[in-house]
């Protein structure tokens, strides 16, 4: 079973920028793809990024598109989301997960493993 831990959340401020983490341990990582979900409070989980076991192909929400970047490094098993022209309404708990398939998707059921999240706010 794949342990997934995100990192790098925090405070920062309207249009600046952050990088979250998501190291896995334990199991397999390489032919996995990797999923970031955020979860605002009284909101449903919404998709914000995936990217391909190999980093050949991402795929962005729509609200994020332009702002975020993900990328992946096999060889640390670690997945980070470069965060960039933060707004408020980017703040929430950000989650990270892997799916057994080499592609990702947007949808939350069908992934298999799932980090406890890292809260991101965003002050205006």
């Known amino acids: 079973q794949v342990q997934l831990v995100e990192s790098g959340g925090g405070l920062v401020q309207t249009g600046g920028s952050l990088r979250l983490s998501c190291a896995a341990s334990?199991?397999?990582?390489?032919?996995?793809?990797t999923g970031w979900f955020r979860q605002a409070p009284g909101k449903e989980r919404e998709f914000v990024a995936t990217?391909?076991?190999?980093?050949?192909?991402?795929y962005y929400g729509d609200s994020v598109k332009g702002r975020f970047t993900c990328t992946r490094d096999n060889a640390k098993k670690t997945v980070y989301l470069q965060m960039n022209s933060l707004k408020p309404e980017d703040t929430a708990v950000y989650y990270c997960?892997?799916?057994?398939?080499?592609?990702?998707?947007?949808?939350?059921?069908?992934?298999?493993?799932w980090g406890q999240g890292t809260q991101v706010t965003v002050s205006s």
């Open positions: 997960a892997l799916i057994n398939s080499p592609y990702g998707s947007t949808r939350p059921g069908e992934y298999d493993n």
């Open positions: 990217i391909s076991w190999n980093g050949g192909m991402t």
């Open positions: 334990g199991g397999s990582f390489s032919y996995t793809s």
